[in-house]
């Protein structure tokens, strides 16, 4: 949690409810609403942490090929259906893009190999601990040995320990090794001086996870044995050693507890910080939708976010979507870097025609940037705080009635010749708007301050009829009848199709998690 990673904290407290409805399909009392719960919770699992799919798929293929019975083996094959279709088209990305499967959001580490001992990975503390940490684990250990030493009383208990086993060798070598699996370089981690940027590798955690719940099954397995033990009558030499033993590994596991929540969330938690300026989001909220500039110097190159109003991803990961065409941003944000602009093309104006309407300068800035910012036509320092400078673009005349003006907005309307007509109110996102426009000019044309590739996924029509879109200046333009009419634009919901699949699997899924009757019933559906 102090790392930010709440899809593994998630995926923690569900693993073991998952892996105990594994082991309850196995069983001859299992029952198909113990199998839709697990695979709804496996489902659920497998889209935090998608590499846990594979040991799960794994164990349910296993009980569908040699599970005893048809209705042990049925209930199996759910568990190896439904947690995939529950994925729906992510499941497709999954199995092309490795990066997706072992670095998903949440997921990604930067600290280097080298700052964790190999050793403490292994024991299940990725993050590093004391030394006090690392031995608290030893009792868990101790039983998890003891399991597996033992003869097992039937062939389904020696199965279940050399499967454990598996999953404990895999877990570990997947979490000593996942520091070595590089997916991405982090963007900003060099310097002029040479230096590599710092790289950004598989989360060892997720081995750690699927290691310390086998442990855990090992130990519960091996403690099987000594609840008699301990209730024996009598004071004999055995009882009191697996007692001790017994407290032993309680006192560790409450003492684990205690150390991690007192290490992990004593000064650890705090607020984003970076938040944007009051004025850029209620603009790029309103009827404008303009953008804000964010831009960040560092000592080898200027970096640059364009931040909207838009809904963003609920989790952000390592890849990127394909790229986009710049629209005209970079050249902009290039003569900043520089000082040097065209005079015929003075900076407020190129920033207007791409929906921003505010400049933000993060950080400790380069003067010659703040000056730049401060000497360029069409933008206006609004203020300046310990961290961020904030200018505004500007607003501009309109060609056909000079008393109004146009500020910098998402859609605007500009005559044949390219001179400014007005701004049109969008009422969505990704400049999603129902407005009526009124009469105007021959020729002359909406102009969509978004890149190229925004025209393949939007559909715009006015009055009813589609318009076809055509690049000018880099952005989208569609030409607009001379008449007054009602301009609308839409974006439609990708992959419908599989969007409502995947709703229906989840009804029909969490329908049967549902425990209708009472227990008897259940046991002989």
Do not use: C
């Not at 050399?162 to 090794?177: E, F, H, I, P, R």
């Not at 009419?485 to 974006?491: D, N, P, R």
């Amino acid at each position: 949690v102090q790392e930010g990673r709440v899809t593994a904290a998630l995926a923690h407290v569900l693993l073991p409810l998952v892996a105990a409805g594994i082991v309850r399909l196995a069983r001859r009392d299992g029952t198909y609403t113990a199998a839709a719960a697990t695979s709804l919770g496996a489902g659920v699992v497998g889209a935090l942490e998608p590499l846990i799919l594979v040991p799960v798929a794994l164990a349910a293929l296993v009980l569908t090929v040699l599970g005893p019975g048809v209705s042990r083996r049925l209930r199996a094959a759910s568990l190896l259906v439904f947690p995939l279709a529950l994925q729906g088209p992510w499941l497709l990305r999954l199995t092309h893009d490795s990066v997706a499967l072992l670095a998903p959001p949440g997921l990604v580490d930067t600290t280097p190999a080298s700052d964790v001992p190999t050793w403490m990975v292994a024991v299940g503390l990725p993050l590093g601990a004391s030394s006090l940490q690392a031995l608290l684990t030893l009792p868990v250990i101790a039983l998890a040995v003891i399991s597996t030493a033992r003869r097992p009383r039937s062939r389904a208990e020696s199965a279940t320990v050399s499967a454990l086993g598996l999953l404990v060798v895999v877990g570990t070598g997947y979490a000593v090794l996942a520091r070595s699996i590089v997916v991405d370089t982090l963007v900003g981690g060099g310097s002029l001086q040479g230096l590599a940027p710092p790289v950004m590798t598989a989360w060892p955690g997720v081995g750690s996870q699927i290691a310390l719940l086998a442990l855990l099954g090992l130990g519960l397995l091996g403690s099987r044995r000594l609840a008699a033990v301990v209730g024996a009558s009598g004071w004999g030499w055995r009882r009191w050693l697996v007692g001790s033993a017994t407290a032993a590994t309680a006192v560790s596991l409450l003492g684990a507890l205690g150390l991690g929540v007192n290490d992990r969330l004593d000064n650890g938690l705090s607020t984003a910080g970076g938040a944007l300026p009051a004025v850029a989001v209620d603009q790029s909220r309103g009827p404008d939708a303009n953008r804000l500039l964010v831009l960040r110097p560092t000592p080898s190159y200027l970096d640059y976010e364009l931040v909207g109003a838009e809904p963003g991803s609920v989790l952000r990961g390592v890849t990127v979507p394909t790229a986009a065409t710049d629209p005209g941003l970079g050249p902009v944000v290039r003569a900043l870097a520089s000082g040097t602009f065209d005079p015929d093309r003075p900076a407020g104006p190129r920033l207007a025609d791409l929906g921003v309407g505010f400049v933000s300068v993060r950080g400790t800035a380069d003067p010659s940037l703040i000056r730049t910012l401060d000497a360029a036509p069409g933008v206006v320092r609004l203020g300046a705080t310990d961290d961020q400078t904030l200018w505004r673009v500007v607003t501009r005349p309109s060609a056909t009635n000079p008393t109004d003006v146009v500020p910098p907005a998402r859609l605007r309307i500009v005559t044949k010749d390219g001179a400014l007509v007005s701004a049109v109110a969008v009422s969505g996102p990704h400049a999603q708007t129902v407005a009526a426009i009124p009469g105007g000019p021959e020729g002359r044309r909406l102009m969509v301050a978004q890149a190229p590739e925004w025209a393949a996924h939007a559909v715009v029509s006015f009055d009813g009829q589609p318009l076809s879109p055509a690049l000018l200046g880099g952005t989208p333009a569609y030409t607009l009848p001379s008449s007054a009419g009602t301009l609308t634009i839409e974006i439609p919901a990708l992959r419908r199709g599989w969007s409502y699949a995947q709703l229906a699997v989840f009804a029909l899924v969490l329908f049967l998690a549902i425990p209708f009757g009472n227990r008897r019933s259940r046991r002989l559906s």
